[in-house]
């Protein structure tokens, strides 16, 4: 019997690595793909050595295109991709629930109110490409401070509490941002682009903003893989287990929170990615935490660049907002999932 039982283990492992392996090969394929896709088109090959300042003769104009355009837009859209998808899956663990998103405390609401606001009032920050990305971070972490001090209950944060005080915050913000559209006049257009979500003003400047931001929560969150593990059986039975249950739930909070303000502040709403990434990969990996968190980050990776290509792609020489792919391919996707499971009991 133990036999067994350990071989059964070397098996889910490899398995687990087999998995890891091919979704790290399918996020180089599709970062290098994604560089080459556009009105320009440029052989895969030749993106490799101009990555890699391999000697080759191609023309300057593609050196420019991949380095100065297309790169940052990818690593950007890969960036907020595993960042949404790994706070999706935070969330969901947290709140033992697959309905979770990374938007569920309001914080696509507040930060929507902060980017409104300073387009509306035209706030300008050195030279003024970091004043929407900041006042929607700003606004985004204060959102998650008001909700979870509203949400506290002595020293304990029952999570029930936390949602609602994460739905009525998040109505509320909503409305301001219905009120900076009504007075925005002719920065109305501008409010709308932001809030569709997408990545046509990526520059080196936002990655460099994000990257450590999103980069620092996912492995945070990583190191708290076993505890959310232990936190799905139930609150009592992580006390129990000697698990500190209400620091766990803190910090686990404030870095996807950190990771969610980061993402949005530099892409705008851009939804379902941290729903239905994470909810597909605990159908395929399972619920282990250990393994979900890295598989779902560069699912979300993958998903995101590609997504984006075709935004800008579609429609050439204009582009669609990512958030309306997202949504729109996303939400037909989740329903199907739900009505595929609609006899099954937990997750």
């Known amino acids: 019997m133990e036999e067994d039982k350990t071989e059964k283990y070397i098996e889910i492992k490899r ?4 998995i890891l392996l091919s979704l790290m090969v399918g996020f180089i394929l599709s970062f290098i793909g994604a560089l080459s896709i556009g009105p320009a088109e440029i ?3 030749t993106v490799f050595k101009i990555l890699f300042n391999f000697q080759g003769s191609w023309p300057e ?3 420019i295109i ?3 355009v297309r790169l940052p837009r990818v690593i950007l859209s890969a960036l907020v991709g595993s960042g949404l ?16 998103s990374p938007y569920i405390l309001g914080i696509s609401s507040g930060s929507a109110f902060g980017a409104s606001l300073a387009i509306v009032l035209g706030i300008g920050l050195g030279a003024g490409i970091f004043a929407v990305p900041f006042m929607a971070f ?5 959102t998650v401070f008001l909700v979870y001090n509203i949400a506290k209950v002595g020293e304990r944060v029952p999570m029930e509490t936390l949602l609602l005080a994460g739905i009525a915050t998040g109505s509320f913000f909503w409305a301001q941002v219905s009120l900076m559209k009504y007075i925005a006049g002719e920065e109305l257009r501008s409010i709308v682009f932001w809030l569709m979500g997408g990545f046509w003003a990526s520059s080196w ?10 980069v620092l929560g996912m492995l945070v969150i990583l190191f708290f893989s076993r505890d959310l593990n232990i936190m799905l059986m139930g609150e009592e039975h992580a006390l129990s287990l000697g698990t500190d249950v209400e620091n766990v739930k803190k910090i686990v909070l404030v870095f996807a929170s950190l990771i969610t303000a980061a993402a949005v502040s530099v892409s705008g709403i851009i939804g379902f990615v941290g729903l239905i990434i994470p909810h597909t990969m605990r159908i395929v990996v399972g619920p282990d935490h250990r393994i979900l ?13 590609w997504m984006d290509t075709l935004a800008r792609t579609a429609i050439q020489p204009t582009e669609l907002p990512v958030g309306i792919i997202t949504a729109s391919l996303g939400a037909p996707f989740f329903l199907y999932l739900l009505r595929k499971r609609r006899r099954t009991t937990g997750w």
């Open 66 to 68: 991949v380095l100065e």
């Open 293 to 305: 968190l890295p598989s779902s980050c560069l699912v979300g990776a993958i998903f995101l660049i």
């Open 61 to 63: 104009s593609y050196r």
């Open 85 to 100: 998808a790994v706070a999706g899956c935070a969330m969901q663990g947290l709140f033992r629930n697959p309905m979770a």
């Open 205 to 214: 400047d936002k990655v460099i903003i994000a990257f450590p931001l999103i």
């Open 15 to 18: 398995l687990r690595r087999a």
């Open 138 to 142: 700003v606004f985004a972490l204060l």
């Open 43 to 45: 052989p895969m090959a």
